[in-house]
């Protein structure tokens, strides 16, 4: 019998593999099921960019390369002045990726040192399960900083002795899953301390362009700095092109270089065909505009019974998700969780989602099911109160 990697075991399942199970038993028994779990929107990738994609398919495709083409990266250098004001060098400065998930998981092998003392990674808690993971497959020590009222994570009050041990910081804004939103003073703060303590931050602003019309839209670390900072950004979300496995990152160019140096070993590199999709998607902003008022309308609907309720919520303003706080004194989020499946409605348990106590008694909802779906749903939830 092979020796596996002790980690593989440490690890509980990746969490939405037990809400995927869950789902599949209500579906089994005829059961109507509203999924608010994953965040995997079902509205349909806008036609011209699957049109795209599908011409620029060859008849003999060759390995494509790391840095992608010419093309995918000034559409997002184009992207990144018109939507933040940045010049960010295309050729320098930006990196095609296979997505935002891979990207997350591999950065701390950029950094880490197993070896060495200052080994560790810092992260937002509750938040995105792949900080964590990626970091101990790396050979990094996770830390992970607990977040709680607005849900803005201030790394400056962190203790010092953890900044002097840390190589990676993430932040992530707008923040998955309670949708708080970093402003540009605690952008430039936490960019600044970073640089101090010599951490490579990286900034996961996949969520940058779902936001509510009205509000100020999200700003990025790269409008304070390049030196030390990397921006990853997707297009799973703002253009819905989840199976399609395309972000990016961009930032300071000695660690653009880096990257590709790294990324070349496991051959992690975007097809030319998905580059192709990629860069007519950056170059639109329509189809996102008309994404971000079908979330918000989503939300509104939840909300009208959240707020009838006096529920408390976060997460109005970004992102695909609410934040709920479980209504119900003395029941656990996971035991809520459990509670509205008996009308079918599938939520993420706040605790599922982080690491120390600061996850628990929330549930998450994305904003995945259908615009009618999603008022059937507050129908079903209804008949539980």
């Known amino acids: 019998m092979p020796r596996f990697n002790p980690i593989l075991d440490q690890l509980p399942a990746y969490p939405f593999v037990e809400l995927d199970r869950r789902k599949a038993a209500l579906k089994a028994a005829g059961r109507p099921v509203f999924d608010f779990s994953k965040g995997d929107p079902v509205e349909p990738t806008p036609e011209f960019i699957r049109e795209a994609m599908v011409a620029a398919v060859e008849p003999s495709c060759p390995y494509p390369a790391v840095a992608g083409g010419d093309d995918v990266r000034h559409a997002i250098s184009?992207?990144?002045?018109?939507?933040?004001?940045?010049?960010?060098?295309?050729?320098?400065?930006?990196?095609?990726?296979?997505?935002?998930?891979?990207?997350?998981?591999?950065?701390?092998?950029?950094?880490?040192?197993?070896?060495?003392d200052d080994k560790l990674v810092i992260f937002p808690d509750p938040g995105y399960p792949a900080y964590e993971r990626g970091a101990l497959f790396a050979g990094g020590e996770p830390y992970a900083a607990p977040l709680s009222g607005d849900h803005v994570f201030r790394p400056w009050l962190l203790p010092e002795a953890v900044l002097r041990r840390a190589r990676m910081m993430w932040i992530n804004s707008p923040h998955n899953p309670s949708g708080a939103v970093t402003g540009l003073d605690d952008l430039k703060r936490t960019v600044a301390l970073c640089q101090q303590y010599d951490i490579l931050l990286m900034s996961d602003e996949t969520y940058?362009?779902?936001?509510?019309?009205?509000?100020?839209?999200?700003?990025?670390?790269?409008?304070?700095?390049?030196?030390?900072v990397l921006a990853l950004h997707s297009l799973s979300k703002r253009s819905g092109m989840t199976g399609y496995r395309s972000g990016f990152l961009a930032g300071d160019p000695a660690l653009i270089r880096r990257n590709r140096e790294l990324r070349a070993n496991p051959g992690l590199v975007p097809q030319d065909f998905i580059n192709a999709a990629a860069a007519v998607a950056w170059r639109d902003d329509a189809h996102v505009a008309e994404r971000r008022q079908l979330f918000s309308a989503k939300k509104a609907v939840l909300l009208s019974l959240f707020r009838e309720q006096g529920y408390e919520v976060?997460?109005?303003?970004a992102t695909i998700y609410l934040w709920l706080r479980v209504p119900v004194a003395g029941l656990s989020d996971a035991d809520y969780a459990e509670s509205l499946l008996e009308a079918g409605i599938v939520v993420s348990p706040g605790s599922m989602l982080g690491l120390t106590e600061a996850g628990r008694g929330w549930v998450r909802l994305a904003m995945v099911p259908s615009l009618s779906e999603c008022a059937a749903a507050v129908a079903a939830w209804r008949s539980l109160l």
């Open 314 to 317: 976060i997460g109005e303003s």
């Open 208 to 228: 940058a362009d779902i936001y509510t019309e009205g509000t100020e839209p999200p700003r990025s670390a790269l409008e304070v700095s390049q030196e030390g």
């Open 78 to 116: 184009e992207y990144l002045a018109r939507r933040f004001g940045v010049e960010v060098d295309p050729h320098r400065g930006i990196l095609p990726t296979a997505g935002s998930k891979e990207a997350v998981f591999h950065a701390p092998l950029l950094v880490i040192d197993p070896q060495a």
